[in-house]
Structure formats: structure tokens, C-alpha cells
């Protein structure tokens, strides 16, 4: 342990800190200390103001930054509430129903065939019942996958037909094109797949506008609630804010990485690639999520600015999945439903924190990095937790990188319990 570089840093972390009197900080900078995590930052706003704010640890190791509340971190998943918001934004107007077929948009989609087996071979397929809806891409119940969640032939074809999963050389009508010349998984409507569902939907969406979706999102909804830091670029006079990425070797020491994990991020998005990954590509701080998040608080409004009407909040965060659904996703808990683009809690004495707590009504969707929020408008209040913790699967297997979900259960528990 003495060898590692980056432990020493935490060892002079340890000796050099004054101790802090937020209970919040105080239970990260012990998982610091320990090499559990090199940082995060946690916010809590609550009854129209930040209540509290805790940046701990490094932004990057190595050269002694640490982590402030404008660092900038890859979000992962939790994009994916964004460009489904965008998405109803263009709903609200008529451009598509809920239950439209993608067809009009997406042609290649027109005969789709399923799997007889999600992990059997690509030759055995039949017919796809009914074309996929925008319903189906919101709920995860198109049939679409992610190659890395399957075994079978499924898994490397998705890789040669579309790349990285999120900073992919495919360009976006490439990569509708190879997408739809691959089998489902399952019949359209049928069951919930968590998947590349978000990211066809934000290349549809900028098929329907006419434009890159970084452009769509940035004219919808950044640039309308000041969002100023959030894209799935970061520009060159901002890179010194972002968070380095760190993981962990074979030994469950921390260490630095050059990309996160699986066929995900390029340690540098060049410029002038045109895939962007409506469900896992921004990177975003604490403020500017906060006013995304705040729409589910304020029936669709943030501080005069309205993104959504409230019936249509009200739509995103009902629950869309039947009970059978519900019980054989695999992701959500008993206590969880999913609305369009968000998980819902049905249950709290049942929902799984790690997804978003809260009481009923409440929502989130948490990003694989470290990510995770709430928005819980029965209690007017939202929890926002940003890290930077690349572990593979296997390492997760060998019971390595968990510190990042215990520093955010013992969050969501501190935050819910503070006094108002």
C-alpha cells in the first residue's frame, strides 16, 4: 500500500484536513481517508435554497486539486432524465405521440425481428409483433439492450455495429442504421430492457429537429435554466475543473485511469465526433443539475422558467410498467416503479436508495459512476451526489469498489434526517 502514490496523497489528506462539522462531509472524507473514494460532492436543497454543500477529496490525485463545487463530472446515466424531458418537450408540441411508431422518424426500423433466445444465435428470429413506440423507448420496453448486459452473439454484434457506447466514431445515422439491422430481445412493448432505448430516442429527436442533439438539449433546457456547464464537451478553458477518473486495481487500491469502464468514454471526445449518447454522455456539476432536477418539484417549472406542463410532469412520473414488468426487470426494487425516463417510487419502505428514495411520488435514476439524485416534491426537497468511481464488473464480483453506494446510501439517510 506504502508504494502507491496516489495512497500516500490520502495519508497527507488525512494529517492535513481540519474536521469538518457536516455530518455529510464527515462520513466522506472518512471513505477518503480509507482510499475508498478520491472525492465527491453532495448537495442538498430543500423549501427554495441550498441547505447544504460538501465537496471532499480530489478532483485529480495526483496533482493536489480538490474537489470544489464547479468540478465537472461524467453523469453516465443520468443524462438520460434530460433527453427524456427534451424528448416530452417535443411531445408537448405535437411532433410525435406517445404512442407513435418510431417508423416515421427511423424507417430502418420498419421490420424488426426478435430473438427467439436473447442469448441465441442471430439467425433464429421471428417477426416483431408491432413497430416500437416512443412510449416503448422512454419506458426501456422497445427490445433494445445494452451488449454488455447479454452473453450470447448479441453482445459482440451490438459492439461492431455501433462502437463505444458512448463516445462512438459511428455517426448517428450509421448508428440507427446498425442498430436496426439487429435482432430485439424481446417483442416491443413486452418487457422493460434497460438499454440503448435513450440513445436512439436523442438521435431521433435531433432527426425531428434538424440538429445535433447537444444543440437540441442545449437550446431546451441548458441554456433556459442557465445550465452554462453541462455538455457532453467539455470545452478547453473548462478541463482543468473536471474530475479525473479512478478506479481500482487488482489489490482494491485506488488508481488512476485513463477512460472509465467497459466500451464507454475516450480518455478525450475529439471535437468533430458527431455520435452523442442521449443516455449516458454529459458531463454536468451540482448547481446545474439541481435546476434540471428542480422540474420535478415544481410541476415543470424552475423559478419562472417552464420546461414541461404539470400534467405532463405528472405523465413522466407515473408509473408505466405492470406489475409482471415490474417484477422481472432485475433494476428496480418492489418498491420502485418507472414513469417515462425516471424511476418512480411506488413504496418507500420498499424502494431501493441506490435508485432514488424519497416518499411516494418521489424520482431519480442514478448514472454507474457514482452518480445519483433525488427529486422528492411531497417534501419540496433534492439530493444530489456526484463521484467519479470506475469499477468493472468483475471487480464488483470480487467485492471491490462498493464504498461509492455506501457514501451515497449513508447520504440519501444524513439528508433525509437533517432537521428543516
Not at 172 to 193: C, E, K, N, Y
Request: hydrophobic content about 40%.
Amino acid at each position: 500500500m506504502k508504494s502507491n502514490p496516489i495512497t500516500k496523497l490520502f495519508l497527507l489528506h488525512k494529517e492535513s484536513k481540519v474536521k469538518s462539522e457536516d455530518p455529510i462531509a464527515t462520513v466522506i472524507e472518512s471513505m477518503v481517508d480509507t482510499g475508498a473514494l478520491a472525492g465527491a460532492a453532495t448537495l442538498i436543497w430543500r423549501d427554495s435554497k441550498v441547505v447544504q454543500i460538501a465537496t471532499v477529496g480530489w478532483r485529480d490525485v495526483e496533482a493536489r486539486l480538490p474537489i470544489e463545487r464547479d468540478t465537472l463530472f461524467r453523469i453516465a446515466s443520468m443524462t438520460k432524465p434530460i433527453t427524456s424531458t427534451a424528448a416530452l418537450m417535443l411531445f408537448e408540441e405535437g411532433r410525435f405521440a406517445l404512442d407513435d411508431p418510431i417508423t416515421r422518424w427511423a424507417p430502418e426500423f420498419s421490420k424488426m425481428r426478435v430473438l427467439s433466445s436473447p442469448n441465441g444465435p442471430l439467425d433464429q428470429t421471428y417477426p416483431a409483433e408491432r413497430p416500437i413506440t416512443f412510449r416503448d423507448l422512454l419506458t426501456h420496453r422497445s427490445g433494445l439492450t445494452y451488449g454488455a448486459f447479454d452473453t450470447g452473439p448479441i453482445s459482440n454484434a451490438y459492439a461492431e455495429a455501433l462502437g463505444d457506447e458512448m463516445d462512438s466514431h459511428v455517426a448517428p445515422d450509421d448508428w440507427i442504421a446498425g442498430l436496426a439491422a439487429l435482432p430485439l430481445i424481446d417483442q416491443p412493448g413486452a418487457g422493460f430492457h434497460y438499454g440503448h432505448s435513450t440513445d436512439l430516442l436523442g438521435l431521433l429527436m435531433a432527426r425531428i429537429e434538424d440538429a445535433p442533439l447537444g444543440d437540441v438539449l442545449r437550446r431546451r433546457i441548458f441554456d433556459p435554466l442557465e445550465m452554462k456547464d453541462t455538455g457532453f464537451i467539455v470545452p478547453r478553458e473548462k478541463r482543468d475543473r473536471r474530475a479525473r477518473m479512478y478506479g481500482f486495481d487488482e489489490a482494491g487500491r485506488l488508481i488512476k485511469r485513463l477512460t472509465a469502464t467497459g466500451r464507454s468514454p475516450l480518455p478525450e471526445r475529439p471535437e468533430e465526433m458527431k455520435y452523442e449518447s442521449g443516455g449516458g454522455g454529459l458531463w454536468s456539476t451540482l448547481d446545474d443539475y439541481l435546476a434540471f432536477a428542480r422540474i420535478f418539484v415544481g410541476a415543470g417549472a424552475v423559478d419562472g422558467v417552464r420546461l414541461l406542463r404539470p400534467e405532463t410532469v405528472t405523465l413522466m412520473t407515473s408509473n408505466q410498467l405492470t406489475e409482471s414488468q415490474r417484477g422481472r426487470t432485475g433494476m428496480l426494487s418492489s418498491g420502485h416503479g418507472f414513469g417515462l425516463g425516471v424511476a418512480v417510487v411506488l413504496d418507500p419502505e420498499k424502494a431501493d436508495p441506490v435508485l432514488c428514495g424519497g416518499g411516494v411520488g418521489s424520482v431519480g435514476w442514478p448514472g454507474a459512476w457514482g452518480g445519483w439524485w433525488q427529486a422528492d416534491p411531497g417534501d419540496n426537497s433534492v439530493f444530489i451526489f456526484l463521484a467519479h468511481n470506475m469499477v468493472e464488473l468483475n471487480q464488483f464480483a470480487q467485492g471491490v469498489g462498493f464504498g461509492v453506494f455506501d457514501a451515497i446510501l449513508r447520504f440519501q439517510s444524513l439528508a433525509s434526517s437533517l432537521p428543516r
